[in-house]
């Protein structure tokens, strides 16, 4: 007999079954405390839980999910509101059926006309397809990289100057995010200070630290790193932020080494990159081994406000899939 299905938002008898599908299928620790962090928490909100939940008819039982995490991006100078496909799943028996994509229909339909412009998702492989078959476009590739700390090979700054990273505080660096990226600056998801508290301060996932970074004496950024145990019981550095991009004053290498003369016991560090960014070739020189295959898709559906044109999004003439105009850091992937 052929199943029905319906979607609807997520209700609060919803949350266990959530939590528990997310263990099975994504993660290791999901909880309560993440899930409330994430969207009960953020300082962007559209006014109730923006989780899409499929509900088997008959049986009334949960058997999928897909959230959309509302962000606010900056782009050309105006800040508009996307939503970030995140922590979605559909249980085993239920799948090839075409529930993730009537996720992604009935948040289109849902939010038009509500606020949200464009989605904006970084996926697996193997729900890329699925999303493209829904009508999102796919900008670009994003690689994970991998260092053990023994292996890093130090390059020369080019004697451009020495360099100095110094722990700052969330305002400091909102002050500098506000000064960099007043005119001119690449598209990319928009740090308030209440955001960059609640991502940097709040966040239940690692722990966060802020560093500025000078140049002969003049600041030219910031630098957020994190550090946790990998499964391995490893100390691993990840590098989550900076302001500006790396290929626009920040020298990478120079930062790492500082980092890492500052924060003790770290084996390993790990970073994520556009495929195509001009740093892959800084990051291999130093010493790190990209994954075989790219770790995340970055995928943008149309919702309102903007329109797909062969299948490019744009915002009036600011073309939203062109990744090379944009800054993206992990800190942005959800």
Same mark, same amino acid.
Request: glycine fraction near 10%.
């Given at each position: ?98 529930? @993730?994509?009537?996720?992604?229909? !009935?948040? /289109? ?7 949200? &412009?464009?989605? #904006? %998702? ?123 991009? @790396?290929?626009?004053?920040?020298? !990478?290498? /120079? ?7 500052? &924060?003790?016991? #770290? %084996? ?67």
């Amino acid at each position: 007999m052929a199943r029905g299905y319906e979607v609807r938002w997520f209700r609060d008898g919803d949350l266990d079954s959530y939590i528990s599908g997310l263990n099975r299928t994504l993660y290791d620790r999901y909880d309560e405390g993440r899930f409330r962090w994430k969207f009960v928490e953020s300082p962007f909100s559209l006014g109730f839980i923006p989780i899409a939940v499929v509900v088997e008819e008959g049986s009334g039982e949960q058997v999928g999910f897909n959230s959309f995490l509302p962000l606010e991006v900056r782009a050309k100078g105006e800040v508009i509101l996307a939503v970030q496909g995140c922590d979605g799943f559909v249980d085993r028996e239920h799948r090839r059926r075409g529930l @993730f994509q009537r996720t992604l229909h !009935f948040m /289109a339909e849902e939010l038009a006309g509500r606020g949200p &412009e464009v989605l #904006i %998702g970084f996926n697996f492989a193997g729900s890329t397809g699925a999303a493209q078959k829904a009508g999102s476009s796919v900008a670009c590739d994003v690689d994970r990289w991998h260092l053990d700390v023994s292996e890093l090979r130090v390059m020369d700054f080019l004697g451009r100057g020495s360099v100095e990273l110094s722990p700052i505080g969330v305002e400091e660096a909102y002050e500098i995010y506000e000064e960099r990226s007043s005119v001119g600056s690449p598209i990319h998801f928009h740090r308030t200070l209440e955001y960059m508290k609640w991502r940097f301060l709040d966040s239940p996932l690692r722990n966060y630290q802020i560093y500025g970074v000078d140049v002969d004496g003049i600041a030219v950024g910031y630098v957020v790193a994190s550090t946790a145990e990998d499964e391995e019981g490893v100390l691993e550095l990840s590098i989550d932020d900076c302001i500006p991009p @790396f290929s626009e004053g920040i020298p !990478f290498p /120079a930062v790492l080494k500082g980092i890492l003369e500052q &924060e003790e016991g #770290i %084996g390993r560090v790990e970073m994520h990159t556009l495929h195509e960014a001009p740093i892959r070739e800084n990051v291999r020189e130093m010493g790190f081994t990209a994954e075989p295959e790219p770790r995340y898709s970055v995928i943008m559906k149309a919702i309102d406000g903007v329109e797909t044109r062969r299948e490019r999004i744009y915002r009036g003439d600011v073309e939203l899939t062109r990744i090379e105009g944009w800054h993206l850091t992990k800190s942005d992937i959800y």
